[in-house]
């Protein structure tokens, strides 16, 4: 079956420094995979994806994330954080052609402080 | 263009009672999903409507969950009789065709006391 790890609950960080959100799927199958936010009070929000192609996957807001097929990961990474930043992080992965049903992480909770 | 909206945004009950949780997605969207998020867990898939048909739900936990789409627009979700383990956030979610991206509306924090 499949299933999603995000092993860090929460992420504290000083504003301006990289951060580097961990994602880890098992799955028996190819798979999609995703990334969404969740600002306070509002819905989840497409960071960013892969279906198919390279690797290196850019989102919107400066996000960028990278697959990895043999470390079956998807980590999310920034260069420099905003306050804004702050927010709760999930990943995501669904098989794409069988089905839309996404399985989801716990969540990332990121802190950004100044 | 609007979103997906969810209502009511909160929705306090005792165990026992009836609650019913209502989404409209947005206008054009045949599919349709719920979502729900027990706290501190993971967000889990409960079913997924294109139009007015269930096209899978796999994700819904047992018999006390009744979910309709009539007309293939707005979608209801009824919990009847609610347990204290319904306590959670329920989301939903629509696209425009299969595999395109899901939009996600702020959901509904259902208490159950």
């Known amino acids: 079956a499949q299933s999603v790890t995000q092993l860090d609950s929460q992420v504290p960080v000083f504003e301006e420094a990289p951060v580097e959100l961990r994602c880890n799927y098992s799955?028996?199958?190819?798979?999609?995979l995703f990334w969404y936010v969740q600002y306070p009070n509002q819905g989840l929000q497409l960071l960013l994806k892969?279906?198919?192609?390279?690797?290196l996957v850019k989102g919107i807001n400066g996000f960028e994330a990278e697959f990895n097929k043999s470390q079956t990961s998807f980590h999310l990474r920034k260069p420099s954080v905003h306050i804004s930043d702050t927010a709760e992080y999930f990943c995501?992965?669904?098989?794409?052609?069988?089905?839309?049903?996404?399985?989801f992480g716990t969540g990332t909770r990121l802190q950004v402080f100044p | 263009e609007a979103g997906v909206t969810q209502f009511p945004s909160h929705s306090v009950i005792e165990k026992g009672q009836t609650v019913t949780l209502r989404c409209d997605p947005i206008s054009g969207h045949d599919n349709l999903y719920w979502y729900r998020r027990v706290m501190g867990k993971e967000i889990k898939f409960l079913l997924h409507?294109?139009?007015?048909?269930?096209?899978?739900e796999s994700g819904m936990p047992n018999n006390r969950f009744l979910a309709e789409r009539t007309g293939g627009t707005y979608s209801t979700l009824k919990v009847q009789p609610a347990e204290l383990e319904d306590s959670g956030v329920y989301f939903c979610?629509?696209?425009?065709?299969?595999?395109?991206?899901?939009?996600f509306g702020p959901g509904t924090r259902l208490t159950v006391l």
């Open positions: 799955s028996s199958v190819s798979v999609y």
């Open positions: 979610a629509s696209s425009p065709g299969r595999g395109r991206e899901q939009f």
């Open positions: 409507f294109v139009k007015e048909s269930k096209q899978d």
């Open positions: 995501a992965v669904s098989e794409g052609r069988n089905t839309d049903k996404l399985i």
């Open positions: 892969y279906l198919s192609g390279s690797t």
